[in-house]
């Protein structure tokens, strides 16, 4: 039985995850798992992913992985990254396909004609690189991370929810975007903790020894 399961759905690098969790607990078991039953077991679950929602939403399906993600998002501690928050809401406008609809809310994509900086520049889509991260509430997963921190994200869609209580973190392309939710036993980031250097790895120290508590449907 594992620690910590990081969930493989075929969709992304998730040994990258695997070892970041590994160099910030060591002593821990970590294991990257397409089995429902090793999710299951596992004291802690990471629920990341790249690519087309689509895509990762059919493949959860075909591994037969929903119902344990769904368990652990109700009942351990859960950590969402990338496409791993986006489909903890109800739909994406990336095919709009319906998402697991744990949490009010749809992922939208960044629209081209609002891609201008300050500065009259324009942005490209994909977001890709390092931003500040805004806390909006203290949560124990920032604990020890600088307000304005700088994390790597790598992304085209984001998640828009008029349910601001669940929002923990805030950064800016163009306009503001959630890119940190949590509740309960949830934390779900837009970005990527693996690839942030000091800040990511403390944030996943962090969910390493986060004490949980709550659950149920996340509403």
Known sequence: MADIAVIDYGMGN????AKAIEHVAPGRTVCVTDDPLEVERAGRVVFPGQGAMPD???????RGLRSAVMAAAANKPFLGICI??????????EGDVPGLGL???RVRRFSAASMVDAAGARLKVPHMGWNRVRQLRAHPLWDGIEDGARFYFVHSYYVDTADQA??????DYAHPFTCAIARDNVFAVQFHPEKSAA??????ANFVG?????GGDGR
């Open 210 to 214: 986060w004490q949980a508590v709550g």
């Open 56 to 62: 990762c939403m059919r493949e959860l399906d075909a």
């Open 84 to 93: 791993g928050l986006q489909m903890l809401f109800e739909r994406s406008e």
């Open 103 to 105: 949490f009010h809310g």
């Open 14 to 17: 998730l040994r990258s995850v």
């Open 166 to 171: 669940l929002v923990t973190g805030e950064s």
């Open 199 to 204: 800040a990511g790895l403390r944030l996943l």
